[in-house]
């Protein structure tokens, strides 16, 4: 074969070989897309990268995305098994909050998913850690380092304790972009089982009253009431906002007996329940 014939051939499998890479990193780089950096936790072997849509974490609901690079090759890890435990450090005793799994994202190569929901913090933001446990190729790892959790200017988050001495923390999920007219309202709910253990409370009910403080504090038609759903085990609504302003969810907590955990009808003479959420748009 004449070298003008293998010059052509030459250059269009270099000009492939770049593409795919070049494919590759913008795969990698587009993982990202609405997300921005909130730290790295690093240690010896990897560096964590942990991402939120803000840049930041904030009391109540979080959704975290993290990444493992290997800080020799600087290669993303693909294949890693991931649990967290986030701890904010109290004077005299430490606790935990509600948490998801952590998960492998669905169609992304190096991503991993999952939520913190943070019930408090210093007025400072000081007060937690977060610690990562890996296993990669079957070697266990762990990184910790301490975070900064800001504190957000609603109430999106509770922690109470119950008339059946239990505690649980409820936070608001979504709508985080609120409309005016019908909106999906999914609220978590979560019972304080060990200073280390939040888990997920099934089949109670959440009575839901949304008002307007500063509007009469009128209500709204067409809203249902708070149930369990096992598909994402969190709680759903239809929640009507029928003008933009500032809202009060009032809640009334409800068990699988029907008896009243937490929480009160607005009337007259009771304007707010004890057990309530905000939003604002």
């Excluded at 560096?47 to 020799?72: P, Q």
Aim: aromatic letters at 10%.
């Amino acid at each position: 074969m004449k070298f003008s014939h293998i010059l052509p051939i030459l250059f269009i499998t270099l000009f492939s070989a770049s593409c795919s890479t070049d494919n590759d990193d913008d795969l990698i780089i587009n993982e990202l897309e609405n997300l921005i950096k909130v730290q790295n936790l690093v240690n010896d072997t990897h560096t964590i990268e942990v991402y939120t849509k803000s840049g930041s974490f904030y009391t109540g609901y979080n959704a975290v995305s993290l990444r493992i690079v290997d800080n020799t090759s600087k290669s993303y890890i693909e294949n890693a098994s991931i649990n967290w435990m986030p701890v904010m450090q109290m004077p005299t005793m430490q606790h935990s909050c509600p948490k998801s799994d952590v998960l492998k994202t669905t169609n992304k190569k190096t991503l991993y998913d999952g939520y913190i929901i943070y019930q408090m913090t210093n007025t400072d933001g000081s007060g937690w850690s977060l610690t990562i446990n890996y296993t990669i190729d079957g070697i266990t790892y762990v990184v910790t380092d301490t975070i900064t959790v800001l504190q957000s200017k609603l109430q999106n988050v509770s922690s109470f304790q119950g008339s059946d001495n239990k505690r649980y923390v409820i936070a608001i999920i979504e709508p985080t972009k609120p409309i005016i007219g019908i909106n999906n309202l999914v609220v978590g709910l979560y019972s304080m089982e060990t200073m280390m253990s939040f888990p997920e409370v099934e089949n109670y009910s959440l009575a839901l009253d949304p008002r307007m403080p500063g509007m009469s504090n009128h209500s709204s038609p067409n809203n249902t009431d708070l149930t369990y759903s096992s598909t994402d085990s969190m709680y759903h609504a239809d929640l009507s906002l029928t003008m933009t302003g500032y809202w009060v969810l009032n809640l009334k907590l409800v068990d699988a007996e029907y008896t009243v955990l937490k929480g009160e009808d607005v009337t007259e003479t009771n304007t707010q329940s004890s057990l309530y959420l905000e939003l604002e748009f």
